[in-house]
């Protein structure tokens, strides 16, 4: 499901004149945030984990990000949202892999201890579906098994 797009400014960029990696881990961080919100009927959810980034090419001033996010576990306090974020150029209709991760996200109460997740199931299940239409129309690269 795409949850958000957002444009890379001169700012943004670090010492190879490309998005510090910084600055794109917390680009996920808030977007993990979003989706997990987007799926529960919880006000509130805190980062507990995050695996499995990584960094498949570089991001430069102008470019347009997309984050895409699945829910890969429901827990009873938590999920896992994989995020998958890519640079798409509008003029050409195409996509590049830029940055891919796992957060694991624990819904808390008030005195941010961990409390069930009220899930929107009609809301995950319509991100799965829209992951596995971009799978099947190629939108969606799987990832390179390295040797
Ligand atoms: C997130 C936090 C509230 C969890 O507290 P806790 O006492 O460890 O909670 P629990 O042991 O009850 O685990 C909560 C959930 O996390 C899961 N969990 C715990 N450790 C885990 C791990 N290493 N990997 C994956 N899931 C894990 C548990 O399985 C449980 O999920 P479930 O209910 O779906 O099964 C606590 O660790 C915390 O406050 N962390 C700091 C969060 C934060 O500040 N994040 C911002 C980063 S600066």
Redesign the pocket.
Known sequence: MLISREMVLDQDIGLNATLFGGDMMSRM?KVAGITASLMSHNRRF????VSELEFHSPVRAGDIIEFYAEIT????????VALEVKVYAPVSNARRDVTTGEF?M?A?DDN???E??LWKQDMVKSAGVEHQHRVASGASKSRKKKA
């Open positions: 961080d805190v980062t507990l984990k576990r429901q827990g009873t306090t938590s999920m896992t694991v624990v808390v941010l201890r961990p069930p997740i």
